[in-house]
Nanobody, 116 residues
Framework: QVQLVESGGGLVQPGGSLRLSCAAS????????MGWYRQAPGKERELVAT???????NIADAVKGRFTISRDSAKDTMYLQMTSLEPEDTAVYYC??????????WGQGTQVTVSS
């Protein structure tokens, strides 16, 4: 099992920045890639960004150039640096980890609200 805990969400004005963190614990050695997803009210959950065990990243077009995904392997922590935030970025952001054994693991989510 892998446990994931997100932090760093909150209320920010348009144009502002936030950094989300996702701390992994448990059998972290089974993780081969991790990602951030988000779900806005009334919408389906969507991919934001992923990073694999080699550090290769994939960023959704909607946030490309504004969001950066990274990880600190020594701390078993993944980050999502969000800049130039827009009201359309308002959502619950989820951290996910995908294991070699075929399972996926999810955090509880953290709310990001972009509003003036």
């Amino acid at each position: 099992q892998v446990q994931l805990v997100e932090s760093g969400g909150g209320l920010v004005q348009p144009g502002g920045s936030l950094r989300l963190s996702c701390a992994a614990s448990g059998r972290v050695f089974i993780i081969y890639f991790m990602g951030w997803y988000r779900q806005a009210p009334g919408k389906e959950r969507e991919l934001v960004a992923t990073i694999n065990s080699s550090g290769n990243t994939n960023i959704a077009d909607a946030v490309k150039g504004r969001f950066t995904i990274s990880r600190d392997s020594a701390k078993d922590t993944m980050y999502l640096q969000m800049t130039s935030l827009e009201p359309e970025d308002t959502a619950v952001y989820y951290c996910a980890a995908f294991g070699y054994e075929g399972n996926d693991y999810w955090g509880q989510g953290t709310q990001v609200t972009v509003s003036s």
